[in-house]
């Protein structure tokens, strides 16, 4: 019988090959060792320079401020008033909007089309909308008053043009439309206007 340092013995003068499984050397490595292997951040993209971002935003800004003053200048639709800088948006320049006026041949604005009366001023079809939110939302504290069909009546806009966009996703509403929404149903006090949505991720 063998014993167990025997066969330690015989298991160290029996040669084992091994495999190797590191990677070929690469043709081109010669003396840059260090370059082998993936390369991070290949697919970012390139940072801007403080002052080219600087200088986009006060763009951005001048172009809003050039939004206050005649409405012709920006409106091309006709049917607009002035908001506020970042509401002051024509349906011909929103191109989902400006889609569904092509659909049936509307050339002139969204509110002539046939469907925008049925979509955001009929007070049924948002009574409709109301019971759908009510049954996935909850029950909510207000009553149907102006300010709700307001809101429905924008939310049924955004899902006719835009279809479902997601939570904390907010889309800028054409005046034109905006303002035949709130002719239909006023308000007493200031409107709220637009809101960006908050950034819950900070």
Sequence with gaps: MESDSDRSASASNSSFEVEDFSPPPS???????????????????????????????AEADDALQGRMGAVSEWCACGHCSSLSPAENICCRETPKVWHRCQQVGVSTCITQHPGFELVSLNPYVLQAAYAYERQIF???????????????????????????????????????????????????GPYTGFLPPLDFYE
């Design 27 to 57: 043709p081109d490595a010669g003396d840059n060792s260090a370059a082998q292997g993936p390369e991070p951040y290949q697919f970012e993209p390139m940072a801007q320079a403080p002052t080219e971002a600087g200088a986009t935003a």
């Design 138 to 188: 909850g029950e909510t504290q207000e009553t149907m008053v102006n300010s709700s069909y307001r809101h429905l009546a924008y939310r049924n806009f955004v899902r006719w043009c835009w279809g479902y966009l997601g939570q904390h996703i907010r889309v800028v509403l054409p005046s034109c439309a905006v303002t035949v929404i709130r002719e239909h149903f006023p308000e007493d």
